[in-house]
T-cell receptor
Framework: GENVEQHPSTLSVQEGDSAVIKCTYS??????FPWYKQELGKRPQLIID?????GEKKDQRIAVTLNKTAKHFSLHITETQPEDSAVYFC????????????FGPGTRLSVLP | DAGVTQSPTHLIKTRGQQVTLRCSPI?????VSWYQQVLGQGPQFIFQ???????GRGNFPDRFSARQFPNYSSELNVNALLLGDSALYLC?????????????FGSGTRLTVV
């Protein structure tokens, strides 16, 4: 089955700097890769996603890149702000018709003012 | 418009007991999935239901079961609770069976087994 690894497990950046979180997946059939942000005590929220037929997607300060050959994808946050502090999870799904996402273990991002 | 609602928000149970968790999807959403999130880890897939039928099952023991009702709400049941079942249980809904439109999580039920 699918296995998703995520690095780093913790990341501290100064406000205004960029943050990059990387994930690798094992199943070449995976074709949808969402990123979720989870603040302490709250539900995971979808922040951006990418499909396997796209190499890069941007939404304001957030971008995701996908390298299907190497089976890795990354989340890029520019001009970080204290409210970006949270745990970020990547996920992959090999199934077009099921919600059986496989999540990475998470990255705790701290943005220092 | 209400989001995904889960009840109860917190629950404390004793080992060996049984528990039922409830989820109401966003209005119009027909697919409900359940995930278990152990503290410090990513969510793990338990079940998916679409149009009242089970469409996916994760690697969980038979003590875990679920169902979906005609109004698309869902229940997750866990029998013979173990200490290791302590976790945040998340419900997620989407309009379609496929997840590629993204789906919405509820705020979860935090289950503590003592």
């Amino acid at each position: 089955g699918e296995n998703v690894e995520q690095h780093p497990s913790t990341l501290s950046v100064q406000e205004g700097d960029s943050a990059v979180i990387k994930c690798t997946y094992s199943d070449s059939a995976s074709n949808y890769f969402p990123w979720y942000k989870q603040e302490l005590g709250k539900r995971p929220q979808l922040i951006i996603d990418i499909r396997s037929n796209v190499g890069e997607k941007k939404d304001q300060r957030i971008a995701v890149t996908l390298n299907k050959t190497a089976k890795h994808f990354s989340l890029h946050i520019t001009e970080t702000q204290p409210e970006d502090s949270a745990v970020y999870f990547c996920a992959a799904t090999p199934d077009n018709y099921g919600q059986n996402f496989v999540f990475g273990p998470g990255t705790r991002l701290s943005v220092l003012p | 418009d209400a989001g995904v609602t889960q009840s109860p928000t917190h629950l404390i149970k004793t080992r060996g007991q049984q528990v039922t968790l409830r989820c109401s999807p966003i209005s119009g959403h027909k697919s409900v999935s359940w995930y278990q999130q152990v503290l410090g880890q990513g969510p793990q897939f338990i079940f998916q239901y679409y149009e009242k039928e089970e469409r996916g099952r994760g690697n969980f023991p038979d003590r875990f079961s679920a169902r979906q009702f005609p109004n698309y709400s869902s229940e997750l049941n866990v029998n013979a609770l173990l200490l290791g079942d302590s976790a945040l249980y998340l419900c997620a809904s989407s309009f379609l069976l496929g997840a590629q439109g993204g789906y919405t999580f509820g705020s979860g039920t935090r289950l503590t087994v003592v």
